[in-house]
Nanobody
Framework: MVPLVESGGGSVQAGESLRLSCVVS??????IGWFRKVSGKEREGVAS?????????IYATSVRGRFTISQDNAKNTVYLEMNSLKPEDSAMYYC??????????????WGQGTQVTVSS
């Protein structure tokens, strides 16, 4: 499988922003999703982008209006811009390929994750 490499995580204060990057080199994918996982909780689909024409996107209700997923084909990178961060956004964030949607089904390639910590 083609490796997915996330970066951009860190520790910020509530209300601040972070931009996560997911480098997706090699094979073209149907879509890329961002997921997050907190220990003891279920993995949550955060955002997904269809990499075909139009670049459809979908967001979890918890992040809609604050997070934006986008792609830069020239850089083989999918971004997750996270604004107005809240402590409850703290999690390990993963990008995954090759599907479109907020459920994990169909995603067969996962990155190693990048930690996001938001303090109040």
């Amino acid at each position: 499988m083609v490796p997915l490499v996330e970066s951009g995580g860190g520790s910020v204060q509530a209300g601040e922003s972070l931009r996560l990057s997911c480098v997706v080199s090699g094979t073209a994918f149907t879509g890329i999703g961002w997921f997050r996982k907190v220990s003891g909780k279920e993995r949550e689909g955060v955002a997904s982008i269809h990499t075909g024409p139009g670049g459809r996107t979908i967001y979890a209700t918890s992040v809609r209006g604050r997070f934006t997923i986008s792609q830069d084909n020239a850089k083989n990178t999918v971004y997750l811009e996270m604004n107005s961060l809240k402590p409850e956004d703290s999690a390990m964030y993963y990008c995954a390929a090759d599907a479109y949607g907020l459920g994990a089904r169909g995603y067969n390639n996962w990155g190693q994750g990048t930690q996001v910590t938001v303090s109040s």
